[in-house]
Structures are given as structure tokens and as C-alpha cells.
């Protein structure tokens, strides 16, 4: 018997913004303990929730992203429970009145096909803090620093089928919001996580099956495995005559494993009612149409534009995963007009990834500016030197000996297109390997290789290679 | 509407009061009475009436993005039933 | 003793006929003397009200300082005071200093103010007879056998018997023109929106609005001015001009419409009470007023609306004590649960504990709908009785308390009874308008209050036609006898 799962997400997005959602302390990662939660934040007596614009900016920025609804009026509820991580003992978040509805984002799926994956809603809350459970005997310590900081929850429709989708709407998400510049997508400082809703149904049925929500989701393999375990696990309870029950469960990286968790359980009734210490949300069109003004070119439609320019698909999406990649790229082609766009994509996609990541740098950081990678493809495009010899110029660029005219300068890296010394340098060459020319004579073509090896051998790798091809095969003959 | 001894409990759990046998037994009479108060709304007809939230017919104001608070931990932890190294301490949270 | 208005002593003091540590001193001196009766403050600050007294001095001696500078005044234990205990009349708070001032703290300092201390009340507000404070009940000066309501009750008898001139309220059903009216001073409450209300503990958000408890409606007019504006600190704070109380009072009564709706006088009310408020309404009419009858149609459903709006918003405002970062913590707890539960149980008194439990219930999953929403449906359409009201006329005029002071002890074990007290003051926080309670003379020896209601933000109009009947009339000047206060402090004093 076959079974279909069902999963639908719930993105929380840490928002961009200086200061908390509610309050004017700090949102930066990493403070002492307590030492970014003011009164506001620590929930005292009397104080009150004023909300940040920029938080608002942001939201309507993704929900204009997604092709969602604005809502012209949206409305702030509190969700109260008990926990020590949530000061105020009710959340202040958005419920019946989101300000983001709809929008979908696509998703590639491995066959190359697409797939759209609708949005439900988005909308603005704040954070909790964290309890810390080391270092005290039998106690647990609450840091307030990260509540009150401004959350985005994106809600997916159940409409993806496996893990696979699962990561990768993750990953389109997690790539919007960066693009759009509304969150960092830091997964290790927790700026960007997961829940995930995952059931199974029979394959071929409609009825949704029960769903289990899992918690904790901080990387897109977690993500994945997590998702494909609970499968797993739902299937063999069903296969066994069980019954799965709605839960929230817990991911642990560390076992690979969901457990059940029982202490969110009881609390669900969260009485939400409209805070009454703020007022409607409302967002008029000229707000809209300012923030639409400001919107980047969004990476669909900017990979769309690569391929146009001669880019196959994939590569054109690789340059899009992050907006400072396309951009890099594209500053690579205005300097160097005479540059094959698919020769330049290569060089980001490849080598200058490559250099990065062993750097472990952002292309921000790339010690090889954009205006420096243009000059050395120029060189490549122009016939100075070999894509071959580009490869060392670009090292030596990468560890800061200068531009690229000074390293081949500097190492007289520059092409031989004289003729003249090609010529001698070919003759030199089958003056010294008799028997592989009376081999290549008597039709063993493979040796003409051989032949263009010794002959860069000789030249230090500076034969124009083309036009050591043509020589070559007129000298052999 | 008169509630019941179950009501009582789960209301006093959602609420986190340790509610004695003897208080939830005077809860049942007097918040029973309270409820038949209330209840007296049940028959108003509402229909086509919207919900009053606030009494403001006002729309939420925005705060500029700015970071305005310093760190008051010292000041402020003197209130602290119990903190240490800057938290807040509690007993084990179990997840 | 005799009471002197705000007014007065700031005409005294700018004349330098007196100093306001003179004052100060005085007002530390009667509560010494006479509070053991009345139990009306929590905590007394001496030491700031002198060191503050002289800063006022020295201003007033370079001829700077408004007419509130040097005053002396005490804060409901409502209002956050840096540095100061604020207790909201609870255990729960009782060791609790505010590490900030509230942004009515905040203005009135700043006009000069000189606090002297904080008031008793209902714990976190929620009472109408001042018995559920922690710190003990409060007694009328005028029959210390009696409530003098609440939950400002400690403001209330402190100014009623002189303690001081002035002092601060806050009125979420009532709780400041129901006790002005139960001790024959005045009690205003200004519109909601118009007092910021950070730095206010919160019992329910949307009602709740700070207003001021004095002997004349001039003093409420200067006090608000002052108190009154816009305050980015809260989202619901009003961003309107503040209009001049002070001067706008002078007006002549002449043409003013004054509307009275028939639900006020139905037989719940007090035969004398109703006989003064008639009286009252008389008297506006012969300064030049015109009675008109208007209709509150769903007046009556104000009770049992309040009773789910207030409770459910105190429900979810009040879930912050839980013995973590503030405020009482209980001993010995075995477990995160068991030291919210008992942490609560034991710092919350048994009213508060009912009506969080009350809100609870009212927002619980299934009830949601039946109560909470169907409430503010029912709270709209007290809201448009009283818009349609206010289209034909200035102000509403009715009694404050369905009767005067009742005894204390005589309505703790009917919370019903109770709530059913506030029937005449809850309608005006469910629309958020202005209101102020004047003395309109006594019944049975007790003060009766007249209440009259504002349309929003129409603060002048009501703080117009109470100066002018106070100008016309002198119920506002009675004041308590003193004798009865010292032999209780002196009883009180015996029996230690």
C-alpha cells in the first residue's frame, strides 16, 4: 500500500529591523543575559506596546514579494499561556486579522519541474526568550534579551508532498527573505526556523490524515530528515493498527529522532482576544505603493533575465540564490561588456564560489572585486592569456598580488601569438620525439595530445591554444 | 449557568491558581451567579453589530525603528524573587 | 481642620504667604495625626515630599513655577513612582519598587507637584468599596463604620478629610467617581485616551483612565490640564490639542442643553439620592441650563458587559505576576506549575483570584463568541445610545451611586450586589467618555453625588456645568466632622 504525505510549514522570519517589535531595545544577537530586555520586553507593571514602522515595512515588503494581500487593516491579539520564556504570559500576535493573506512562492523539484507552493497568511509577531538549562542545580535560567524581537510567521498551505518539497519551499523562502532584505536567515542565531506540519493519507485519497506539528527546525537537513523520519513513524503507527494523535513533537538532531512533547500539550487553550493596548493595523495604498517602489527585481524574474542572456537555467539560478551574487554578477558584466554572460557565470558560479567557501565569505567580502574579476576575464576574452592560465592569475589575485595586468605582467603569464616562436617551439618538440611522430603518422591519432602537452610544457602554458592547434596539425601534417 | 466542580478546576489550572476543595466549592455558587449576570447578554439580539474593541475609533500609531533603551538589568533584577549570573531563575523547565 | 483647594494654596503660595514645605509638613502632620482612622495611605514619603517641597520653594522664590508648583498631592498605589513601593493594593506587590515614574508621575512633577505619598485601594482596582485591599479596608470619614467605595478609596477619604487637597485616581468602572460621590468631594475622569496611561498597572485596558480626586471642579480643570496630553509611550494615548479646562469653565450656563435619560431614576435608586440629583438638576436649570430628557436604552446591559470585558482584559493583563521577574514568589514550589499556582494563589486576594478566573472562563475555547464578542457587540450599542444622546445635547446628568455609603462588610459576600453598585458609572468607561461626580448634598447624613457625562473628549463642557454648580451651590465645602477620626485614633491607640 502506498501512502502520500502531507505537509504544510510554518516559517518564522526574525525581521531586519534595529529594535524590538514593541519596544525600543536592541535586537542584536548575542548580548549578555537580560541586558536587551527593558521593561517593555520584561513584561513590567504599567508599561505599554507601541509598534515599530520598520516591522511593518518589512511584513508589507514580503506580502508585495508573494504576490499576497496587504491587508488594508490587521489586528494584534494576545495568546495567553503560561511559560517562563513569555514574560507578559500571553504572546502578542496577529490571529483572526493577519496583514499578509495568500501569495505563493515556486519551488524547483529535482526533475526540473515547478511547482507552486500558496501561502496562507504572514503575520507580525513577537518573540519569547529563552530558558537555559545548564549551570543551575535543579533550576533553569530565563534570558528576556530575544523577546519582544519582531517575527514574521509564514504559513504554508498543506501542499507539499515529501521532504524534498518541504526543503526546498524552505530554501525559497529562506532565499526571499534575504533578497527582499527583511531577515537575515541566520539559522544558528535562530533568525530564521521552522515548524512543520506533517500526516499521511493513502495515496489516491482526499481526506487529510491527523497531523503531528514538529518543532525546532533551525537547518533545511533537519528540515528533511525530520520530516522523512516522522513519515516513517506515522506510517508503521498506522500499518500497526495505531492511531496518530495531534501533537506537538520535538526534533533532536543528536538522535534523528521526534519525541513527543508533552508539556506544550495541555495549555491549548490560548484565548485569544484583541490586545487592547494597541490599536488596528492600517496600511493605505500610498504605504503600499512606497514600499513597491523599493522592491529589488525579485529572483524569478531575475534568473529569467540570465537565461535570456545565454545562461542555462540552472546556472542562472545558482546566481540567484542571493541577491548579492546577482548583483556581483551583473557588476562583472557592466565592466566587461565584451565577456560572454556564460563564460562570467561560469567564473561566480565556479572558481569565485569555490574561493569563498574555503574562505568561508560572503561575496560581499570576495576578495576579488567585481571590477577585478571583469579585468581578468577581459584578458581571457581578448586572448592575453588562457582560461587555463586565468585560473593561477585568479589565485594569485585571491591571495592580494594585485590586479590581473599586473600579475601576468609581473609573471609574464601573457599569451605566445607570435607565430614565429609557436613554430619554433613545435619544431623543437617533434625534433626531440621521433617515435611518437612515426607513431601519429601510421594513424594513432590520440598522440596529437601528446603533442600540444609538450609544446605548453615548453611555453610555460602561454601557446595560444587555438592557434597552436592549427601550427601543430600542419606541421604533423 | 451554573458550572461545575470540572469547570472550576480547568478554569483555576488555565488561570495557574491553586484553587483549595473548599474555594472551588464557593466558586461553583458565586461564579455561577456571576455568570447568570453576564448571561443576561445572551438574549440581546446583535445581529449586524459590529464588535467594539476600543472606545477609540483610532488607528494603530507606528514608533520609528530606533533602539532608545540602555541596559537597566542591575536596577531592574532587584525586583527578582531569585536571578543569578543575569537570568532569571526558575524551577527546571522540562520540554 | 480646615480643607483649602488647590486653587487657594496656589494663589498662597505664589503670593508667598505660605511655603510648600509648609505645606508639605502639614499634609505629613494630619496623616500622622488622623490616618490610623481612615487607613487611606499605603506608604508616606516624607523625605521626598520635603526634599521636593523645598525645590519648589526655591523656584517659587525666583518667581518661576505654575499654579501647581509646591502643591501637595498623593497617587493612588496604582501609578508607578521610581524609586517608591507600589503595591496596586496587593500582596502580590507588596515589595515592589517601580524602577520608573508613570507618565502622569512624569507631567505633574514637572508642574511642580509635591508627592507626598501613595493611596490605599481595591486591590489591582478591581472593588467598588476599597475592602479588597491588601493593606486593609478604607473608612469614610464621614462614618468610619462605611466603605467609602473604591476603588480609589484611599484618594477619596484622604482628600474628603483633609489629609490633602488632592490626589490621583484611576476609574476603570467607577472606581473614581463612585467613591468621590460616597465621601462628598469631586471625582473627575477625563475621556479615554486623553491621560496616557503608561506607567498605570493595567485591570483592563480599555477602560481604564486616570482622572483626579479634589474638592471642586476648578482643581480638577487645573490638575488635568497638567496631567492631560498626548504621550507616544501609549498606542491608545489620544494625539489632541488639550484644551484650557481652567478657562473654559467660566462659561455661563446659558443654552447649555443638559440631557437626563429616564434609566438613571428607575427603582434600583435610593429615594433620597434620586431627591438630591432632582434637586441638583434644578439648580442648573435656574443658572440657565435646559433639562431635556434623552434615552440610554441599553443602559442596563452595562453591568452585565463590563463584568465580561473587564474580566477577561484582567485575566490576560494580570497573567505578568507570576513570581519570575517581580512581585511575590512563593515558598518551596516543587515545580514551574506548582510555583506559578501557589505564587498567584497566595498573592492575589480572593476578589482578584474571582475575577480572573471570571475572565478566564469568558475567553476560554466555546465561550469566546457567547461572551466576549457578544460583549462588545452589547458594548457598541451602549456606545451609540450615548453618541445619539450627545447629538442634542452638552452634557448627561445623573446620580454617580445607586446609594450612599453602605457599610463595610455589608456587600463582601455578594459579588453581584457589588457589581450591580457601579450600574450608573460603567456605561460612561464602556464609551470612554468624560465624567465627574460633584456633591449634590446627603441622605441619611451621607453624601450623595451628582454624575455628570461628557460626550468624547468633551471634558470642558462637563468640568463647566459641575464649576458653575459648585459656584451656585456649597455642598462641596461640607466637610466631615474631625472629632470622630481622633477618638478612633485614640481608641485605636488604647487598644494596642
Known sequence: ?477 | MALTRENVAYIAHLARLAVSEREAADYVVKLSRILDLVDQLRQVDTAGIAPMAHPLPMAQRLRPDAVTETDRREDIQRNAPQAAEGLYLVPRVIE | MERQTIAALGRALRAREVSSRELASAALEHIARLDGALNSFITVTADQALTAADAADRRLARGEGGPLTGIPFAWKDIFCTRGVRTTCGSKMLANFVAPYDAAAVERLHAAGIVSIGKTNMDEFAMGSSNETSWFGPVHNPWDLERSPGGSSGGSAAAVAAGLISAASGTDTGGSIRQPAALVGITGFKPSYGRVSRYGMIAFASSLDQAGVLTLTAEDAALLIEAMAGFDDRDSTSANLPVPAYATDIGKSLAGRRIGVPPEFFEPGLDGECGARVREALAVLESLGAQVVEVSLPHLSLSVPTYYIVAPAEASSNLARFDGVRFGHRAEGATSLEDLYKKSRQEGFGPEVRRRLMTGTYVLSAGYFDAYYLQAQKARELIAADFRAAFAKVDVIAGPTAPTPAFRLGEKTDDPVQMYLNDIYTIAVNLAGLPGISVPCGFARGLPVGLQLIGPAFGESAVLNVAHQYQLATDWHSKAPPEAPLVAAVAAKGRSR
Open chain 1, 1 to 477: 500500500m502506498s501512502w502520500e504525505p502531507v505537509i504544510g510549514l510554518e516559517i518564522h522570519a526574525q525581521l531586519a529591523t534595529r529594535s524590538k517589535i514593541f519596544s525600543g531595545a536592541a535586537t542584536a544577537y548575542g548580548a549578555p543575559p537580560n541586558t536587551q530586555a527593558c521593561l517593555v520586553d520584561l513584561g513590567y507593571p504599567g508599561v505599554l506596546p507601541v509598534l515599530n514602522a520598520e516591522a511593518v515595512r518589512l511584513a508589507v515588503r514580503f506580502g508585495l514579494a508573494i504576490g499576497g494581500t496587504v491587508a488594508p487593516r490587521s489586528i494584534f491579539a494576545r495568546k495567553n499561556y503560561f511559560y517562563p520564556d513569555l514574560p507578559k504570559g500571553y504572546q502578542i500576535s496577529q490571529y483572526e486579522l493577519p496583514v499578509v493573506k495568500g501569495g505563493s512562492v515556486e519551488i524547483l523539484l529535482d526533475d526540473g519541474s515547478r511547482k507552486t507552493v500558496r501561502l496562507t497568511r504572514a503575520h507580525l509577531e513577537e518573540d519569547a526568550g529563552k530558558s537555559l538549562h545548564e549551570s543551575f542545580q535543579g533550576l533553569s535560567g530565563i534570558d528576556l534579551n530575544r523577546a519582544g524581537t519582531p517575527l514574521l510567521e509564514i504559513v504554508s498551505e498543506p501542499d507539499m508532498r515529501s521532504a524534498k518539497e518541504a526543503a526546498a519551499y524552505m530554501r525559497r523562502v529562506h532565499q526571499l527573505v534575504r533578497w527582499i532584505g527583511i531577515c537575515d536567515g541566520n539559522m544558528q542565531e535562530g533568525s530564521f526556523r521552522c515548524d512543520a506540519n506533517v500526516s499521511v493519507r493513502r495515496a489516491g485519497t482526499d481526506k487529510l490524515g491527523t497531523r503531528t506539528e514538529i518543532k525546532n527546525l533551525n537547518s533545511f537537513r533537519f528540515l528533511e530528515r525530520a520530516i522523512l523520519h516522522e513519515i516513517d513513524r506515522q506510517i508503521e503507527v498506522i500499518e500497526d493498527g495505531g492511531r496518530i494523535v495531534q501533537e506537538t513533537r520535538l526534533y533532536d538532531p543528536d538522535r534523528d529522532e521526534t519525541r513527543s512533547m508533552r508539556s506544550k500539550e495541555e495549555a491549548n487553550d490560548y484565548r485569544y482576544f484583541p490586545d487592547p493596548d494597541l490599536l488596528p493595523l492600517e496600511i493605505d495604498a500610498a504605504t503600499l505603493d512606497a514600499v513597491r517602489a523599493t522592491l529589488p527585481e525579485l529572483p524569478d524574474r531575475r534568473a529569467a533575465r540570465f537565461v535570456t542572456l545565454g545562461i542555462p537555467a540552472a546556472d542562472a539560478a545558482q546566481l540567484t540564490l542571493e541577491r548579492d551574487t546577482a548583483d556581483y554578477f551583473e557588476a562583472v558584466l557592466a565592466a566587461a561588456p565584451a565577456v560572454e554572460p556564460r563564460v562570467a557565470a561560469n567564473w561566480v558560479n565556479g572558481d569565485l564560489a569555490a574561493a569563498l567557501n574555503d574562505a568561508g565569505l560572503g561575496i560581499t567580502a570576495s576578495r576579488v572585486g567585481a571590477a577585478a574579476l571583469a579585468a581578468l576575464l577581459l584578458r581571457v576574452a581578448d586572448n592575453t592569456i588562457s582560461g587555463k592560465i586565468a585560473k593561477d592569475v585568479f589565485a594569485a589575485m585571491w591571495a592580494g598580488e594585485g590586479g590581473a595586468d599586473d600579475i601576468i605582467a609581473a609573471r609574464g603569464l601573457r599569451q605566445i601569438t607570435d607565430s614565429g616562436a609557436l613554430e619554433a617551439a613545435i619544431d623543437k618538440v617533434i625534433a626531440a620525439s621521433p617515435n611518437q611522430l612515426a607513431e601519429y603518422r601510421a594513424g594513432k591519432d590520440k598522440l596529437f595530445g601528446y603533442f600540444v602537452g609538450q609544446v605548453m610544457k615548453a611555453t610555460g602554458g602561454k601557446a595560444n591554444p587555438q592557434q597552436l592547434n592549427e601550427l601543430l596539425r600542419r606541421k604533423l601534417g
